[in-house]
């Protein structure tokens, strides 16, 4: 079946621009994760979703950083007023529920702050 | 502070044998252990999970964890060049699920032809 999606793949805007950035995850995966990748970085968590309860957004790093999901599906982040440390890849992975259960990530999208 | 610890390498390991990769964890809270292979310029993928103490088996690859010892590895047999990677290691304490993967910073794996 189709993985995760991300859109856009690569994504290049002025500072001070906001951007969203879109995750549709694998069909029937209850939880939805947003990661960010700063470049020679690890992994850094920032939100989840599980399905219909309210976020966790304990990882997200300013109040410029938002997120949203529509039941079970599709989640859009956004950025507002964009910095340049906010350049990074922003993953999104999703999994049939939380709990310690296997997340799968999409293929991510670059974004380039100037 | 969860922390997740990998050597960086690189590791640099012969066509044909064993790549051990290791990694230590600071929550003893964690009870779900994941490796991830990443190409550059791609996203992780999923190798193995591992739940319980002990070793578990899929493939080439062998995944060990030890939760007295906070330490998980991951032994990919028969190593070929395709394996040159990096390989993250990912825990989780299942008791919330709330916060997400942690991760190592990986371990760069070079597989010498």
């Known amino acids: 079946g189709a993985g995760v999606s991300q859109s856009p793949s690569n994504k290049v805007t002025e500072k001070g621009k906001d951007v969203e950035l879109r995750c549709d995850p694998i069909?029937?995966?209850?939880?939805l994760y947003w990661y960010r990748q700063r470049l020679g970085q690890g992994l850094e968590f920032l939100i989840y979703?599980?399905?219909?309860?309210?976020?966790?957004k304990s990882g997200l790093p300013s109040d410029r950083f938002s997120a949203e999901r529509t039941g079970e599906s599709v989640s859009t982040l956004t950025i507002q007023r964009t910095q340049q440390e906010d350049s990074a890849v922003y993953l999104c992975?999703?999994?049939?529920?939380?709990?310690?259960?296997?997340?799968?990530f999409g293929p991510g999208t670059r974004l380039t702050v100037t | 502070q969860k922390e997740v610890e990998q050597n960086s390498g690189p590791l640099s390991v012969p066509e044909g044998a064993i790549a051990s990769l290791n990694c230590t964890y600071s929550?003893?809270?964690?009870?779900?252990f994941f490796w991830y292979r990443q190409y550059s310029g791609k996203s992780p993928e999923l190798i193995m999970s591992?739940?319980?103490?002990g070793d578990k088996e899929d493939g080439r690859f062998t995944a060990q964890l030890n939760k007295a010892s906070q330490y998980v590895s991951l032994l990919i047999r028969d190593s070929q060049p395709s394996d040159s990677a990096t390989y993250l290691c990912?825990?989780?304490?299942?008791?919330?699920?709330?916060?997400?993967?942690?991760f190592g910073k990986g371990t760069h794996l070079i597989i010498q032809p």
């Open positions: 992975a999703s999994s049939l529920w939380t709990g310690g259960n296997e997340q799968y």
């Open positions: 069909s029937g995966h209850t939880a």
């Open positions: 979703f599980q399905g219909n309860s309210a976020p966790d």
């Open positions: 929550d003893r809270g964690s009870q779900s």
């Open positions: 591992i739940y319980s103490n």
């Open positions: 990912a825990v989780i304490d299942s008791g919330g699920g709330a916060d997400g993967l942690t």
